[in-house]
């Protein structure tokens, strides 16, 4: 449903949503404080617009969607779980949303601005100008979008898997090093190779870790809290 509401904006979100970034006047790049260039996007194959075009509306609609996705994939998994599992996992789902669109929203509006402006004005001559293809764009402005939506669900993860009993708050601390080397390679992976980009993703998912640690000490000291209350 939501992909065939977007269907009805489809102009105004491929102008402003997904062709918004390329320009200079894009509200994010005085917020970060950036000197952007103007991109220019070709079409380099027969269907490269239309995919494009088509791509961004199922894109946007799964996200503005996102809620009922995530609602859904909470009831396939819940008849797996014991009665005992189940408690305190209702909200789940609202807090992956909340995750999810938090992170989506990160990509999108911090890390696509950094990430364009780095290539657009990376030259190795003068001779050589910058056009970017619409279907590489559309693939890159998505894979950061989502990708980062996804990885901003490690809280919820960590909760679920706390819940069931399978990580520790013990485990995330011992692991914590680790974890550190983890989280430099993810920031390397989706930023541009400038340091300054890296630690601007790294640190939110740096927080995040550290969140999830406490998240799995309250759900370890509620399920022990819960076996006392058992055995007595």
């Known amino acids: ?52 075009d088509i791509g961004t509306i199922v894109v946007v609609g799964l996200i503005a969607g996102s809620p009922i996705v995530v609602y859904y994939f909470w009831k396939f998994i819940e008849p797996a ?35 364009l402006q780095f290539f657009a004005q990376y030259t190795l001559s003068e001779q050589i100008v910058n056009q970017f293809d619409i279907m590489t764009y559309f693939s890159m402005v998505t894979f950061w979008t989502l990708g980062t939506g996804l990885l901003f669900e490690l809280p919820v993860v960590v909760y679920f898997l706390a819940k069931v009993g399978i990580l520790t708050p013990e485990a995330m601390r011992t692991y914590r090093k680790y974890a550190l080397i983890a989280v430099l390679a993810v920031a390397a992976f989706l930023t541009p190779p400038d340091p300054i980009s890296q630690i601007i993703v790294a640190l939110p998912l740096l927080g995040l870790y550290e969140l999830s640690i406490y998240v799995a000490k309250w759900v370890a000291r509620s399920r022990a809290q819960e076996l006392g209350m058992a055995e007595e």
């Not at 949503?17 to 260039?37: C, H, K, N």
């Open 1 to 52: 449903v939501a992909i065939i509401v977007c269907a009805f904006f489809s102009k105004w979100i491929v102008d402003q949503v997904l062709i918004g970034p390329t320009r200079p006047d894009f509200f994010m790049y005085s917020v970060l404080g950036l000197q952007a260039e103007d991109l220019v996007l070709l079409n380099r194959t027969i269907t490269g617009q239309f995919f494009a």
């Open 81 to 115: 779980l014991y009665p005992s599992e189940k408690q305190g996992m209702r909200f789940s789902a609202v807090f992956a949303t909340f995750f999810f669109l938090l992170g989506a929203g990160f990509g999108y509006l911090i890390l696509t601005p950094l990430a």
